[in-house]
């Protein structure tokens, strides 16, 4: 966190927007200012005050951060209010007296954002900070995938001006294969991000998390009038147009001057046909904003607009390396053979309010409403498909395509007449014989499976899903007067949320084109909600003449979360008039959908403490060294979709984690050094299982426990040198060790896509030992123009050694497994067993994606025009990611494909087993393991023009 410095008050006043260098200028104070006393010591953070500058002006400062002390940014803060400048200076000391003490927290601003460029994303933008890890399947916001010191991106919360953004049923951006092509903003419509790993302090966080806070800043209308049409041209057929529209200052009955209101509205589209063969994409963003200062600019009224929309052909798994290495790294499948495609419109209005009382108490209160509309949509042809002890026409070596069809987990077995996913007037569908021999699945391809269930008709599937979000966020800080020379400043907060989410509603077909009507129609999931009450309170003191600096502060949190669907299998028992009016069917076989309900009371108190010390008054020397040690807790809770009656037993409790950090900051104006080391341990950690092979005694169900627990511990730095007012040296470097501290099922890969057996002492996967970003940065005003600006950034990034996974056969000891293997008829040599295991992802000893380091530049060009009609000036934007072209994997694995045939039935006990004869051979176990992998990012560049008027 850092903090203004007293330079002179004839002077400037700089206040830092990132501690990577950009600064927003303030107007010069007057001498009188400089040379009298000011009225009020204890003025609090007016909102308005952090009105943003544009990002223009924050772009082209390369100064270093000022000193990070709280007592030096106080000292400059004791401005006279009488003067003309003292609304801007009394909002700046509220400012400075609203920051939280120093933490490891990382800001990324305007320079920032450029550097990540247009084919970037909210997400890609964060690997700038230390200890984050990112990586994604294409330009834009397009699934991507991140950590930050271990712990995953669907257990980091994420929020926007304060206000949550991230999934609050599931977490992070939502679950797995949701679908994630654009998102409900992007990097046009922000103007900074502020990371708190960890904990964050309780009025900087928000709801569930356990791996951090990642608060982006929107862009706000700017003071001065203006247009900006704007267009590109990038690699992979990218291309990206729109335009930004400023009111500037409104003076009329709604304000004048400070208190004029603005209004900015703006639009961008970008379409490109993917790195990766077969995945193209489309996005589209628009926001409107408007802001009303009012108390002379004191207070603020802000309303935001946000419309997104994104569709995108994806991979739902990595590519087998046999493809790769046959068609080319960057292979992926024909949709003629298969795909998955997604699209999401993404809206959010939200209200804030920030309200100046006097110099001891300020209010605010927002408001915010999104929705989420999701389709996606599953392909794969009957020909990657054979019957059991056959392989497909279009597998190599014994490797098949994987699909996230239902016919890839061998689901037709069980739908249809007398089956148990069928039941007369709730499920109907039967795949096989709405298409078996139709001109989409012949009859010589059905004869091929000799009476067994075939894939035709399960081999397409669509899904809708409607999320809707709403909350309040009232708060309240107060500063009262400092009483023997103690100074406290207290914030008060709470969130009141619900998040909902329909029915699901699926289809399923032979073909890309499903009839949406009720004979397609399969079952979905429930509906889902969770309420959020969450409350927070936050007290700071400053003593030793504001030398020293305590917080405590603490979150309480309650949840009420639900799962509610008038039909679902293996829910209640169906109402009775059903039976009776049904009685044949079920007496038969069995009518195994019913109506269900699912409720959760959560409940948590979660403190927080930081201490720092300020070394100025020790010695001249010191100045600018500040220490700090925080400590505090937080939760994750299980996702609300997990609540169905699948699920063998009750929900999880919330995941929590502990965590401790201790650090340094050092500024001497010229030179910042930020240090910090950090231990993280999760309790509770979310445990899970899921039986997928048919006819066995836990198919279909699922466990979901609180068995383990992880650890994540390491070092961070970052260093900042200001050479000269032109060149700046930047750095960060960072150490991550997570490991399992108990051996349970669990999902075990960053993105969540495979589960399997975290052992007690392994690493966790995908999570790179060592990462860094480090660079240098030029910034030239008049090279050759009047008051031209030249900006040319160069970063290195090096990732380390991660370690990856394989696929267990079945027959491995692994040791007792909690809630699937208890008991001696479930221990090893057991099929149940075999069957826990078999397929099981799990730590790969001989594994690992090796260590690579990509190269990018960034230059921007400002061009003054003159004479040129209503033409201002134009910008220009080179940038280029992977300079020289390194190949790297960005994940890997190994795995076995399920057979969706079936692998037929053990004819004798295998050597020392037994209770195997006559069961099904597990569909994880007929297959051959294989590698497969996404890779990295090629040299990509693309070319930014702007005309501003």
Known sequence: MTYPKRTTYRRALLTCVTTIGSCVLLPPVTAQAATSHHKSRHAKAAPVTATPAPAATAQTSTTLPPVTTQRNAAAQASIDNSSPESIQVRALRRLIREKDSPSAV??????????????????????????????????????????IRGTRGMEVAQTLDGIPMQDLLNGGSGSYLQGIAGYYFNTDQISGVSLYPGVAYPDQSTFGTIGGTVAYKSMRPSTKRGLDVFGGVGSFGTWKEGFKVDSGGLDGALGRGVDA???????????????????PARFNSMEAAFDKPYDSGQSMFQATVLYNTGSSNYIPEPIPSIYQQKYGNYFNYPKSEQYAYTRNDYFTIMLKNDTYINDYISVGLSGFYRYNNSYSDYYSNINTFAPAGQWPAYSMNGVTLFNQTLANFAYQQVYGYGNPYYQPGVVTYDGNALYNNTSSCPSSYVAQYAGAPTPCGYNSEQQYIHTNTYGIQPRISITPPDIFGIRNTIHVGALIARETQNNLASYAGVTPYIPHDEQNRIPGYGGTFRNIYSGYAQDRIDLLHNSLHITGGFTIQGTKSGYTTPWVYDGDSPPASYLAANSAYCNQYSCSYGPYKSRKWDRNWLPFANVTFDFDKISPVLRGLSAYGSMGTSALYAPVTDFG????????????????????????????????????????????????????????KSLYTNDGERLMRGVEMNVIYQINKNWQLFGNWSYNSARYLKTYFAFVTVQEDQFGIASRGSHVTGIPSWLSTFGVDY??????????????????QYTGHQYTTYDLGGFENVGPLPGVTSGTSNGYGSYNYYNAVAGSTTMDPKGGIAPYMIFSINVDYHLPVHNLGPLKSIDFNMNVYNLFNTFYWQYKYKQISPNGSGCGNFAS???????????????????????????????QAMFTMRAHF
């Open 909 to 939: 006990n295998p050597p020392g087993f037994n209770g195997f004869a006559g069961q099904p051979v597990n569909i994880y176990n007929c297959s051959t393991q294989f590698s497969d992998g996404i890779p990295g990012v090629p040299a």
């Open 645 to 700: 009656p699948t699920f063998a037993t009750a929900p999880p409790s919330a995941s929590i984690v502990h965590m401790y950090e201790g650090g340094i900051k050092y500024n001497t104006g010229k030179l910042a050094v930020s240090a910090d080391y950090y231990y993280q341990k999760v309790d509770r950690d979310f445990g899970y299982f899921s039986d997928q092979t048919p006819n066995t005694a836990l198919y279909g």
């Open 779 to 796: 910034h030239k005003n008049n090279l050759f123009l009047n008051d031209d600006d030249l900006n040319v950034r160069f970063t290195g």
């Open 106 to 147: 990382t800001e990324l601003g305007a320079k920032q954002i450029s550097a990540n460029g247009s084919m970037g994303s909210i997400v890609t933008l964060l690997r700038q900070a230390p200890s984050v890890y990112v990586y994604q399947q294409g330009p834009g916001n397009n699934e991507p995938v991140f950590t």
């Open 261 to 279: 209101p603005r209004l900015m509205l703006q639009y961008s589209n970008m379409q490109t046909k993917g790195y990766i063969e077969n995945t």
